[in-house]
């Protein structure tokens, strides 16, 4: 699944590519994806110039003219390329906007999880979320305080959305190795000094994922159909039974809220 770097990545390529560009037609070819596309075609986009590319969370925002917005998430498989109208229709690609350089941008999802909708004003889905974790409001200070409510998991903490965006499963695991925190222990209970570890490895982490072009994990690409180089920089994440790279220990897998979680039991407290 893309996490916030490889979304980061995509949406980055996104805002070079389009902006300034003219929607001139919109094409569906599938009823839905997670939501209903049919909507797409009435919303009255064509015609529209796009402003701006930003993402929020793992959410991609089309800004375009007037206010209107296209709201965009991957999901678990989704895939936005730009590419010139000539090239033939993938078996999965749900949507076309063709654009005014006579490129389209198009949208592939192969499980149907990933979502596309037009919006009249910033949409309304991502008043909810959490804080930017690359931005100085994601302070130890922050996640400190937050936590103190949270008798759960300090991993499931660490993905929960409503308090910051954009850690997921394969981030979350390679944060608690550096910061030397088992996935296991109750947020609630972790010191500032922990607290101050995890936000530093996030920021660090999700910088470097994004420097380096992402980690490519089972569907995802860029852009350009390119793979990121951070699947071979990750320490933790699909290394069960493995030797960790500190300390030698076999790295173990528990499941946490559904997801399997890697961790060094000698490295993390
Ligand atoms: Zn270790």
Redesign the pocket.
Known sequence: MPELPEVEIVTRALRSRVSGLTIEKVEIFSPAMRTPLAPLLSAGLEGRKIVDVARRGRYITVEMTGKKYLLMHLGMSGVLRVEPAAVPRRKHEHIFFHLSDKSLLRFECTRRFSLCEACDGYPEKLAGLGVEPLTADFSAEYFFAASRRHSGSVKNFLMDNAVQVGVGNIYAAETL?AAGVSPLRPACEISMDEAAKIVAAVKRILSAAIEAGGSSIRDYRHLDGSEGRFSRLLRMYGHAGEA??????T?EQVRLGGRSSCF?????K
């Open positions: 190795f960790c790279p500190v300390c030698g220990t790295i060094c039991p000698k490295c993390q």
